[in-house]
């Protein structure tokens, strides 16, 4: 089973509707987790991330995740999407089975709408 | 400084140049990556450094050369690339070794021609 898996590679919003991008992960053990941005050609950026604290996880820019390990998910929300939010965005788990690797979901490409 | 940077932000080069890749950060951080990432694909650990010395490396060719001269440093040196190797390299940067967040460089953009 893949570590990372981000459901649809392509979502497309309209300007203020709520942004949702599935991520869920196989860990046997607790797993840390991060959301990451990559806007084109530039790096990546932390938008948040989960350490075994608060399920729920407030990131910047206005978007959080919440850790549910009954689903084995760590899905990113924002309540209302901005024409800036367009970019890529990266789901990512670190646990001990992964040899503490940072391992990547594939992708998702936000689209918003005008 | 919570910043990595990278230079150059973009290269071209033949397949039988010698170039390099650098890479800084002034965060006090102990543990330094390069990763390699193609076009909408995420991104690829290549090596890792743990207080100035190779932790890791993941099965990367040997025309791909990675060094730490300090603990600020990371550099890449590449020699007889193929056009295959052209992609956006990575560098990051996280307090320990794979521990926690890292902090991600704005890339090198490299072209083989």
């Known amino acids: 089973a893949q570590s990372v898996t981000q459901l649809g590679s392509h979502v497309s919003v309209s300007e203020g509707a709520l942004v949702l991008l599935r991520c869920n992960y196989s860990?046997?053990?607790?797993?840390?987790l991060f959301w990451y941005v990559q806007y084109p050609n530039q790096g990546l950026q932390l938008l948040l991330k989960?350490?075994?604290?608060?399920?729920l996880v407030k990131g910047i820019n206005g978007f959080e995740a919440e850790f549910k390990k009954s689903e084995t998910s760590f899905h990113l929300t924002k309540p209302s999407a901005h024409m800036s939010d367009a970019a890529e965005y990266f789901c990512a788990v670190s646990a001990s089975e992964y040899g503490n690797k940072l391992v990547f979901g594939a992708g998702t490409i936000l689209r918003v709408k005008s | 400084d919570t910043e990595v940077t990278q230079t150059p932000k973009h290269l071209v080069m033949g397949m039988t140049n010698k170039k390099s890749l650098k890479c800084e950060q002034h965060?006090?951080?102990?543990?330094m990556y390069w990763y390699k990432q193609k076009a909408k694909k995420p991104p690829e650990l290549m090596f890792v450094?743990?207080?100035?010395?190779?932790?890791i490396n993941e099965s990367v060719p040997s025309r791909f050369s990675p060094e730490c001269p300090n603990s600020s440093l990371l550099n890449l040196h590449l020699h007889a690339l193929q056009p295959e190797d052209s992609a956006l390299y990575l560098c990051?940067?996280?307090?320990?070794?794979?521990?926690?967040?890292?902090?991600f460089g704005p890339g090198t953009r490299l072209t083989v021609l």
């Open positions: 965060m006090g951080h102990r543990a």
């Open positions: 990051a940067s996280s307090q320990g070794l794979l521990l926690g967040e890292q902090f």
């Open positions: 860990s046997s053990v607790p797993p840390y």
């Open positions: 989960y350490t075994s604290a608060a399920t």
């Open positions: 450094y743990s207080y100035e010395k190779l932790s």
